[in-house]
């Protein structure tokens, strides 16, 4: 089983960087809210992601649910899209 | 493997130890990530449902009214959340991508200044929701 931690920690981080001046700026243009959607969903993908790593210790159940929240956060996001535009 | 583990009762261990500002301050910024995730999907199943049902007079005159004042109030507050996260969140990047701030006297002063920072930037958003 191939286990990417290090992208995770990364892309986490990398995303809350861009995440900082987005929720300042995000009326000074409008690609700055589609970057903003995009980032954010992506943080909280991988910030829930943690989260059922941590404290659901049935191995089953905890692929499982990993991969309905990938399953979310891609509907979150087209759900976003279309709100914003 | 299918063995069932036996589950034997345990001695109290978070429920009588003392709750520290550092310890806290932790939970807190892994509880407020997930009540922002949980307010940004509820506000996404709220458009949604509004959007579906606006052909009802009663649901869209609902939506006209909370949009008002309601959504104001919960605005005010998942502000305050995202204020405390980010201020939690500035903390952890230092930490990850500075050498400053690992020993133990700069560890209190950076609670003080989470906190302080969080304050800031829930007043400035107030300022923006009051002043426009």
């Known amino acids: 089983m191939q286990t990417k931690g290090f992208p995770h920690w990364r892309d986490q981080r990398i995303t809350a960087v861009l995440l900082l001046p987005l929720f ?5 243009y409008s690609a700055f809210l589609v970057i903003l959607v995009v ?4 943080h909280m993908y991988l910030g829930i992601s943690n989260i059922l790593e941590d404290y659901v210790h049935n191995q089953v159940t905890k692929k499982f649910c990993l991969v309905l929240l990938r399953v979310l956060a891609i509907i979150l996001l087209k759900d976003l899209c279309l709100f914003i535009l | 493997m299918a063995v069932r583990i036996k589950h034997r009762q345990l001695s109290p261990h978070i429920t009588i130890y003392q709750p520290q500002l550092a310890s806290t301050l932790s ?4 509880t407020s990530g997930i009540l922002l995730v949980a307010s940004v999907v509820l506000f ?3 458009v949604k449902a509004l959007n579906y049902y606006s052909s009802s007079y009663a649901i869209y ?9 309601l959504f104001l109030g919960l605005a005010l ?3 305050l959340i995202l204020s405390y996260h980010m201020a939690n ?7 990850d991508f500075a050498v400053v701030g ?11 200044i989470v906190l302080a920072f969080a304050l800031v930037l829930f007043l400035r958003l107030i300022g923006l929701a009051v002043f426009g």
């Open chain 2, 89 to 95: 969140g500035v903390r952890h990047l230092i930490w």
């Open chain 2, 61 to 69: 005159s609902f939506g006209y009214f909370i949009s008002d004042y």
């Open chain 2, 102 to 112: 690992f020993a133990i006297k700069e560890v209190f002063l950076s609670h003080k």
């Open chain 1, 24 to 28: 300042i700026l995000f009326d000074v």
């Open chain 1, 39 to 42: 980032a954010l969903s992506y």
């Open chain 2, 77 to 79: 507050c998942i502000g």
């Open chain 2, 27 to 30: 939970v807190l910024h892994r």
């Open chain 2, 44 to 46: 996404t199943i709220f």
